[in-house]
Antibody
Framework: EVHLVESGGGLVQPGGSLRLSCAAS????????MTWVRQAPGKGLEWISY????????YYADSVKGRFAISRDNAGSSLFLQMDNLRAEDTAVYYC??????????????WGQGSRVTVSS | EIVLTQSPGTLSLSPGERATLSCRAS???????LAWYQQRPGQAPRLLIY???SRATGIPDRFSGGGSGTDFTLTINRLEPEDSAMYYC?????????FGGGTKVEIK
């Protein structure tokens, strides 16, 4: 059974940093691209970053480009999101998600439970 | 960036009725790479439909998707209380992947 478990969220001051982790199990992590999606309180879903299975292709939403960095450790079956220069508008629940298939063009079938990030002084 | 516009914002229907949700894209979607997700309060999203009309594993056949190009629909037949949720469409054919703003389905 596929499991995705996020960790690393919490309260941080504006301008601060956090590193989110997503521990994956139940599938061959190294063969799937991975995605981060966030949801601000009371708002809709926002895609923020994608990384291909071998880390050769990476995309970011404009809202986080230059401040966030996605990475992965295939040997350890983990996905990461380094978040720097955090702003109040980055306050959200952050989900890691895996695609339906190993294709680079795939909807998101498996989701973690989310990690809450609050940016406030 | 492909903008997805969902309508209506809220649907309030009775059990047994049919819900029709709309998702309109700002440009034609490549190969109908359009998905629908259900999100209940406090839960992660759940994939319902992909490729505009294919149901994900375990999704009841009361849920159906249709459309192509720029206009897509999600239909929920014979509404049940458990269908009360937010529904989001998503295009996954081009970066940045984008979601619609969502439609809230309320069961009276």
């Amino acid at each position: 059974e596929v499991h995705l478990v996020e960790s690393g969220g919490g309260l941080v001051q504006p301008g601060g940093s956090l590193r989110l982790s997503c521990a994956a199990s139940g599938f061959t992590f190294s063969t799937y691209s991975m995605t981060w999606v966030r949801q601000a309180p009371g708002k809709g879903l926002e895609w923020i970053s994608y990384i291909s299975s071998g880390s050769t292709t990476i995309y970011y939403a404009d809202s986080v480009k230059g401040r966030f960095a996605i990475s992965r450790d295939n040997a350890g079956s983990s996905l990461f999101l380094q978040m720097d220069n955090l702003r109040a508008e980055d306050t959200a629940v952050y989900y890691c998600a895996r695609g339906f298939s190993t294709s680079s063009v795939t909807p998101l079938l498996y989701w973690g439970q989310g990690s809450r990030v609050t940016v406030s002084s | 960036e492909i903008v997805l516009t969902q309508s209506p914002g809220t649907l309030s229907l009775s059990p047994g009725e049919r819900a029709t949700l709309s998702c309109r894209a700002s440009q034609s979607l490549t190969s109908s790479y359009l998905a629908w997700y259900q999100q209940r309060p406090g839960q992660a999203p759940r994939l319902l439909i992909y490729g505009a009309s294919s149901r994900a594993t375990g999704i009841p056949d009361r849920f159906s998707g249709g459309g192509s190009g720029t206009d897509f629909t999600l239909t929920i037949n014979r509404l049940e209380p458990e269908d009360s949720a937010m529904y989001y469409c998503q295009q996954y054919g081009s970066s940045p992947l984008t979601f619609g703003g969502g439609t809230k389905v309320e069961i009276k």
